[in-house]
């Protein structure tokens, strides 16, 4: 095998693991009770608008930074608001966009899920990697991200 080809198969083999890695781990979090009470798509998006500074996000933004496509993230948005775990605002400079944050309801769900999701993924992350190994899996994939979407994207997770 030449050394383009070797190249070639090493970053393809690399990819499928980390993505193999992702679907696994993803199935087993998904296996805990605390996901009973919201699903791990809505918890994405309680989980991002927790850590917003402002406490409210443009719907724009918060696609950025969860993984569904625009229309899905509105049907979402609305189940969540329908459930009480999220609320709608106009902001005062732009009377044509809608602001998303949390309501109380919907902030004590993120923490409490956000609790036992971290138990879970400690668990799992012990288990298999040393701290080491964790500081050099951050690196990576922090490289990764950056390299794809720029700094500012790598920084948000």
């Not at 095998?1 to 781990?25: C, F, K, N, P, Y």
Request: proline share 3%.
């Amino acid at each position: 095998m030449t050394s383009a080809a070797a190249h070639r198969r090493l970053a393809t083999d690399a990819w499928e693991s980390l993505l193999r890695s992702q679907v696994a781990v993803m199935r087993e979090l998904h296996k805990e009770p605390i996901f009973k009470k919201v699903g791990s798509r809505e918890y994405d998006v309680l989980f991002n608008l927790s850590r917003c500074p402002t406490g409210w996000l443009r719907l724009n933004e918060l696609n950025d930074n969860v993984l569904l496509t625009q229309p899905s993230i509105s049907r979402l948005v609305d189940r969540l608001e329908a459930r009480g775990l999220i609320q709608r605002k106009t902001p005062d400079d732009d009377r044509r966009g809608v602001l998303i944050g949390l309501t109380e309801a919907g902030a004590a769900l993120q923490k409490e899920v956000g609790r036992a999701h971290v138990q879970n993924i400690m668990q799992i992350m012990e288990d298999a990697l040393t701290d080491e190994e964790m500081a050099t899996l951050l690196e990576l994939t922090t490289k990764l991200r950056s390299s794809v979407a720029g700094p500012a994207s790598a920084s948000m997770s």
